[in-house]
């Protein structure tokens, strides 16, 4: 039987307690005294407590105490009637159950029984919190490598990216970097870089082109109608910006709604596309920059594509937010994998090459995904 630790003075009480369970229990007056014992017993094991009901106001003390020092402390209120008010002052407290202070052997046996059973569901969890809370860190091989490379891709790309630069700024009006707020490993929030590919009024385009988005479901775009108007955007207050588009905060809440599992978005042929724009996209010359990121160390060569902060949202269920515990990354997995018909990936099948990085990234594979990085920049799709 579980060992347990008895918190009172009723003689009576103490008497029938240690016939039942004998060498089982240890008597103490307080909750100083129990806390002598509880700091010996290890601290990743459910530990009984039977506590004797004297005044709720005293008890609410003392047991919110114990629960707020010994995390895994499962108190049992001896007492032989407790009405109403007094069990939520209790419960509040911390009390975990009450018994009858002349509860038979089987009572014991079935509180015994539940501990164990919470006991492995609680290391279950524990295992399963561990994983989701483990802190990714470049390994210093990976991290050397992302610096060399990004650095010499930076001096010797030089004076192509001061053309493309220019180029950027004869065609259009506006910044010649874009910048947006992504989720990289570890939910670490951080500024991207990316040329400027759309021209700078795309947030007022955007409603006309919403319903192009080519991962919404087949039945969504038989029956779902864009609302928003150019007014509706420019009036809101939060603009929620991505690689392909900017959306109000407003309109965005609605869509998730309507499609909480389609995270990703993009509008094959998108017509706020510049064409320098389209032109680097085709290359992938726009996620040049992003060398500057890994030279930070906000990413490295080779991860799971870091995500606008809405879209990160969308992932931080049990399901899907493994994915986070792998380096952000200039290419990945999906980037170089096969796409399925017309060029086109789902979001699902996103996510799950994601997960899959994350479990299984390596230096072999790294190597992999960058050679096969240099036979993916021409893409099928103008996206």
Same mark, same amino acid.
């Given at each position: 039987?579980?060992?347990?630790?008895?918190?009172?003075?009723?003689?009576?009480?103490?008497?029938?307690?240690?016939?039942?369970?004998?060498?089982?229990?240890?008597?103490?007056?307080?909750?100083?005294?129990?806390?002598?014992?509880?700091?010996?017993?290890?601290?990743?094991?459910?530990?009984?407590?039977?506590?004797?009901?004297?005044?709720?106001?005293?008890?609410?003390?003392?047991?919110?105490?114990?629960?707020?020092?010994?995390?895994?402390?499962?108190?049992?209120?001896?007492?032989?009637?407790?009405?109403?008010?007094?069990?939520?002052?209790?419960?509040?407290?911390?009390?975990?159950?009450?018994?009858?202070?002349?509860? #038979?052997?089987? +009572?014991?046996?079935?509180?015994?029984?539940? %501990? !164990?059973?919470? /006991?492995? @569901? &609680? *290391? $279950?969890?524990? =295992?399963?919190?561990?994983?989701?809370?483990?802190?990714?860190?470049?390994?210093?091989?990976?991290?050397?490598?992302?610096?060399?490379?990004?650095?010499?891709?930076?001096?010797?790309?030089?004076?192509?990216?001061?053309?493309?630069?220019?180029?950027?700024?004869?065609?259009?009006?506006?910044?010649?970097?874009?910048?947006?707020?992504?989720?990289?490993?570890?939910?670490?929030?951080?500024?991207?870089?990316?040329?400027?590919?759309?021209?700078?009024?795309?947030?007022?385009?955007?409603?006309?082109?919403?319903?192009?988005?080519?991962?919404?479901?087949?039945?969504?775009?038989?029956?779902?109608?864009?609302?928003?108007?150019?007014?509706?955007?420019?009036? #809101?207050?939060? +603009?929620?910006?991505?690689?392909?588009?900017? %959306? !109000?905060?407003? /309109?965005? @809440? &609605? *869509? $998730?709604?309507? =499609?909480?599992?389609?995270?990703?978005?993009?509008?094959?042929?998108?017509?706020?596309?510049?064409?320098?724009?389209?032109?680097?996209?085709?290359?992938?010359?726009?996620?040049?920059?992003?060398?500057?990121?890994?030279?930070?160390?906000?990413?490295?060569?080779?991860?799971?594509?870091?995500?606008?902060?809405?879209?990160?949202?969308?992932?931080?269920?049990?399901?899907?937010?493994?994915?986070?515990?792998?380096?952000?990354?200039?290419?990945?997995?999906?980037?170089?994998?096969?796409?399925?018909?017309?060029?086109?990936?789902?979001?699902?099948?996103?996510?799950?090459?994601?997960?899959?990085?994350?479990?299984?990234?390596?230096?072999?594979?790294?190597?992999?995904?960058?050679?096969?990085?240099?036979?993916?920049?021409?893409?099928?799709?103008?996206?």
């Amino acid at each position: 039987m579980t060992f347990i630790i008895y918190i009172g003075s009723n003689k009576e009480y103490i008497n029938h307690f240690q016939e039942l369970l004998q060498e089982n229990i240890v008597i103490v007056k307080n909750k100083e005294e129990a806390g002598i014992i509880l700091k010996e017993l290890p601290s990743n094991k459910i530990q009984p407590l039977l506590y004797e009901k004297i005044n709720p106001d005293v008890d609410k003390v003392n047991i919110a105490y114990l629960k707020k020092k010994f995390k895994n402390l499962y108190i049992i209120l001896v007492t032989k009637k407790i009405g109403k008010e007094e069990t939520s002052i209790y419960i509040e407290a911390g009390a975990n159950n009450t018994i009858s202070p002349y509860a #038979d052997s089987d +009572v014991f046996k079935a509180i015994t029984n539940f %501990i !164990s059973k919470n /006991e492995i @569901l &609680n *290391k $279950k969890e524990r =295992k399963e919190k561990n994983k989701v809370d483990e802190v990714f860190t470049i390994p210093k091989g990976k991290r050397i490598f992302d610096i060399i490379i990004s650095l010499s891709a930076l001096i010797v790309l030089s004076p192509f990216l001061i053309l493309i630069m220019v180029l950027i700024k004869l065609e259009s009006r506006g910044p010649i970097l874009y910048k947006s707020k992504r989720v990289g490993s570890n939910f670490y929030i951080f500024n991207f870089l990316k040329f400027r590919s759309m021209y700078i009024d795309a947030e007022e385009r955007l409603s006309s082109y919403l319903s192009m988005n080519q991962y919404t479901k087949e039945s969504k775009e038989k029956t779902s109608e864009v609302s928003t108007t150019n007014s509706d955007i420019i009036n #809101d207050d939060t +603009v929620l910006v991505s690689d392909d588009y900017e %959306i !109000s905060e407003h /309109e965005y @809440l &609605n *869509k $998730k709604k309507e =499609k909480k599992d389609t995270t990703f978005f993009k509008i094959a042929h998108d017509p706020r596309v510049t064409k320098m724009g389209r032109f680097m996209r085709k290359y992938s010359i726009d996620e040049i920059p992003q060398l500057i990121n890994i030279l930070k160390g906000d990413m490295s060569i080779v991860g799971n594509r870091p995500l606008p902060l809405y879209e990160a949202e969308l992932l931080t269920g049990d399901e899907y937010i493994e994915r986070f515990i792998a380096p952000a990354g200039l290419t990945g997995l999906w980037q170089v994998e096969r796409r399925g018909g017309e060029g086109k990936m789902s979001a699902e099948e996103r996510k799950q090459l994601d997960i899959y990085y994350a479990h299984n990234y390596s230096i072999w594979l790294d190597c992999k995904i960058i050679f096969k990085t240099f036979f993916s920049f021409i893409q099928k799709e103008d996206a």
